[in-house]
């Protein structure tokens, strides 16, 4: 299974864009990109995920670069309540259970 | 409304008990899944269920128990087996979500310490 890097740490001010990136240089063809946060002490909460194209919905959005090696996700007005730790996972189709997941971004938005 | 529910929230664990964690879903998903989250870390996968009266071991099934009876329920044991059970403990489900594709669900958690 493919393995992501994130950044450890990232800061954000209330009201502007959060950008996240994502590296997963080692993706197959057939791995989807799933984006997950996690609210302190809460359950993780689905965000979106991708294969190829740029994918939006009422969350975030999600830019997959043309060789599918890096990922960004995308908080178009962050909000306090974004304060999350955010992960980033590849698996293959049908493959859901097998989720890897690894230590993720702690995302902080300050007033 | 539909969800996952997990019970209790806060559990306390003696040496040599075995503890059962709840797990029930309302969202008519076929798969169900246990984490282990550990403070700092990522996930763990302990047991997943694709079907009812079906499961399979995941990375760190030693000293766990799972039963899938019904489709909305998948309990899971912590036997004195498990050494170290202080943890946070994350059950999901998953079924068809648009586009076909599965996405996982979560309850809120149980948080499991040992006296």
């Known amino acids: 299974d493919a393995k992501t890097t994130q950044p450890t740490s990232m800061d954000c001010a209330e009201g502007r864009a959060a950008n996240l990136p994502c590296n997963h240089s080692?993706?197959?063809?057939?791995?989807?990109v799933y984006w997950y946060r996690q609210i302190h002490s809460q359950g993780p909460q689905y965000i979106i995920h991708?294969?190829?194209?740029?994918e939006t919905n009422e969350m975030a959005s999600l830019i997959i670069t043309e060789d599918r090696k890096s990922s960004t996700l995308i908080l178009p007005h962050a909000t306090l309540r974004d304060t999350a730790v955010y992960y980033c996972?590849?698996?293959?189709?049908?493959?859901?259970?097998?989720?890897?997941w690894g230590l993720g971004t702690s995302l902080a938005v300050n007033p | 409304d539909g969800g996952i529910t997990q019970s209790p929230k806060y559990l306390f664990r003696k040496e040599g008990q075995n503890v059962t964690l709840s797990c029930e879903q309302n969202?008519?998903?076929?798969?169900m899944y246990w984490y282990r989250q550990d403070p700092g870390q990522g996930l763990r996968l302990i047991y997943y269920?694709?079907?009812?009266?079906?499961?399979q071991k995941g990375d760190i099934a030693e000293g766990y128990s799972v039963s899938r009876e019904k489709k909305e329920s998948f309990p899971l044991t912590v036997t004195s087996a498990q050494k170290n059970p202080t943890a946070f403990y994350l059950c999901?489900?998953?079924?068809?979500?648009?586009?076909?594709?599965?996405?996982?669900?979560f309850g809120p958690g149980t948080r499991l310490l040992v006296l």
């Open positions: 991708g294969l190829k194209n740029n």
């Open positions: 999901a489900s998953s079924g068809p979500a648009s586009g076909s594709r599965e996405t996982q669900y």
């Open positions: 996972i590849v698996d293959r189709a049908g493959n859901n259970r097998k989720l890897i």
């Open positions: 269920s694709q079907i009812v009266n079906d499961f």
């Open positions: 080692t993706i197959s063809g057939n791995e989807y």
């Open positions: 969202l008519n998903h076929d798969a």
